[in-house]
T-cell receptor
Framework: DQQVKQNSPSLSVQEGRISILNCDYTNSMFDYFLWYKKYPAEGPTFLISISSIKDKNEDGRFTVFLNKSAKHLSLHIVPSQPGDSAVYFC???????????WGAGTKLIIKP | DGGITQSPKYLFRKEGQNVTLSCEQNLNHDAMYWYRQDPGQGLRLIYYSQIVNDFQKGDIAEGYSVSREKKESFPLTVTSAQKNPTAFYLC????????????FGPGTRLTVT
């Protein structure tokens, strides 16, 4: 049973536009959420995170929104750039053991 | 340059053979992790270690073994008991068990035929 779901395997966005990547979760006890970015044949790299006590966190072009009532979070990238083309993973943590539960990833393709 | 190294990048083995994947970090992190990634799936935790000489099973530990004799090193052995060993294996570390952010190595793609 997947506790963290990324329902879109891929997403194609025009360069300069907004990219919105979505993530749904089932466990209301998750207290911290992270987004990672992964290029082919490389390990994931940390992008941005949000605590469950917040509803928004912003870092440059990247903003993560958390809707606890809907058990949904999203990553907004504005404006999208060619270097943003990668697979994006959503991960969630239970406070008790800090282990991360991962979504399956969404492949973002930025078109020139 | 601090980071995590995994070697080799690609590994091929015959069915029935044990194989050990290397993971070394020079970040002075206490906690280390091994994940497995299969196509269309998220990362799944195999084993993790919070401190030297201590490690715990993750969600899919069957058919795998680890050791943590040094802070810098956390090798993973894929044994012949692992039913579907072909996968992409990722090693990660974090400052300590209480840190959410994990740093990843480049991964090893293991193919068993």
């Amino acid at each position: 049973d997947q506790q963290v779901k990324q329902n879109s395997p891929s997403l194609s966005v025009q360069e300069g536009r907004i990219s919105i990547l979505n993530c749904d979760y089932t466990n209301s006890m998750f207290d911290y959420f992270l987004w990672y970015k992964k290029y082919p044949a490389e390990g994931p790299t940390f992008l941005i995170s949000i605590s469950s006590i917040k509803d928004k966190n912003e870092d440059g072009r990247f903003t993560v929104f958390l809707n606890k009532s809907a058990k949904h979070l999203s990553l907004h990238i504005v404006p999208s750039q060619p270097g943003d083309s990668a697979v994006y993973f959503c991960a969630a943590s239970l406070g008790s053991n800090y282990q991360l539960i991962w979504g399956a990833g969404t492949k973002l393709i930025i078109k020139p | 340059d601090g980071g995590i190294t995994q070697s080799p990048k690609y590994l091929f083995r015959k069915e029935g053979q044990n194989v050990t994947l290397s993971c070394e970090q020079n970040l002075n992190h206490d906690a280390m992790y091994w994940y497995r990634q299969d196509p269309g799936q998220g990362l799944r935790l195999i084993y993790y270690s919070q401190i030297v000489n201590d490690f715990q099973k993750g969600d899919i530990a069957e058919g795998y073994s680890v050791s943590r004799e040094k802070k810098e090193s956390f090798p993973l052995t894929v044994t012949s008991a692992q039913k579907n060993p072909t996968a992409f294996y990722l090693c990660a570390s974090s400052i300590n068990q209480g840190s959410y952010e994990q740093y990843f190595g480049p991964g090893t793609r293991l193919t068993v035929t």
